[in-house]
């Protein structure tokens, strides 16, 4: 049977297990040391029988307070919270018309005939996009599973950001 009680200092109510009457605990709330009753100074609550499905939320006690909130009322559309910015200069320049693209090439997809084709390849993706339409080139690291070994393999490639 449990021992109900408040503090006496904060009236934090406190449910301890009645093996710990008698003994001294620091408040959780106030952190003031106080000693357990030997018996409840509060009635235990009733539990109603369960008549019917109960809703946990409704039945909580955050469910119980009762909050006045306000919802702003605007009599003209409210403004934007984000703000688009405009273009630099340098992409107006450039063209807006042509959306941002990427392009990756992987070291390990460039082997032809047991040669290694990767720089070609990627030379010749460049020449095809152009240098004005080129916004950026970064080298990329990547693991793998081969199929043929098993084994988690390292390999490198190039990720290529362009207008096209």
């Known amino acids: 049977m449990d021992i109900i009680f408040d503090c006496p200092n904060c009236q ?50 955050a469910a119980k307070v009762e909050k006045h909130l306000k919802v702003p009322v605007r009599d003209k559309p409210s403004e934007p919270l984000i703000k688009q910015t405009n273009a630099p200069a340098e992409v107006v320049a450039k063209g807006t018309n042509k959306k941002i693209r990427l392009h990756t090439i992987r070291h390990a997809t460039c082997f032809e005939s047991g040669h290694d084709r990767f720089d070609d390849k990627v030379t010749e993706f460049l020449n095809e996009v152009g240098e004005a339409n080129l916004i950026g080139v970064h080298t990329v690291n990547y693991t793998y599973v081969d199929i043929a070994s098993q084994k988690m393999l390292s390999d490198f490639g190039v990720l290529i950001i362009y207008r096209g």
Not at 28 to 39: L, N
Not at 45 to 52: C, D, I, N, S, Y
Request: glycine share 8%.
């Open 12 to 61: 934090q109510e406190l449910v301890v297990d009645s093996a710990g009457a008698g003994t001294e605990i620091d408040c959780p709330a106030c952190g003031e040391t106080i000693t357990i009753p030997r018996q409840s100074t509060k009635a235990a609550p009733e539990v109603a029988p369960l008549t019917g499905p109960v809703n946990p939320i409704a039945a909580s006690a």
